[in-house]
């Protein structure tokens, strides 16, 4: 059975960073597609990056030049390291393993000063 794990978000200042993980058990990172995904309060969820089994990384244009996507093979995790966030960043932050019914519980991520 599949399941994804998601750790590492919080309170963070405007301008701050956040490095959120998804461990992932039950399939394996490096040749599946997975995706971030956010949702914030009274928003549809929305696709904030994705990394393919050759490495490929995709992102938001909101997201742009300070997010980036990595995996850890042998941790069987994906992260998504978070730079210069904004308020408009704050949300629910889901982890996916893309195209499958397999989301993770999320983990709340909030910018404010």
């Known amino acids: 059975q599949v399941q994804l794990v998601e750790s590492g978000g919080g309170l963070v200042q405007p301008g701050g960073s956040l490095r959120l993980s998804c461990a992932a058990s039950?399939?394996?990172?490096?040749?599946?597609?997975m995706g971030w995904y956010r949702q914030g309060i009274g928003m549809q969820r929305e696709l904030v990056a994705t990394i393919s089994s050759t490495g490929s990384t995709n992102f938001a244009d909101s997201v742009k030049g300070r997010f980036t996507i990595s995996r850890d093979n042998a941790k069987n995790t994906v992260y998504l390291q978070m730079n210069s966030l904004k308020p408009e960043d704050t949300a629910v932050y889901y982890c996916?393993?893309?195209?499958?019914?397999?989301w993770g519980q999320g983990t709340q991520v909030t910018v404010s000063s």
């Open positions: 996916r393993l893309a195209n499958t019914k397999y």
């Open positions: 039950g399939t394996i990172v490096s040749i599946n597609t």
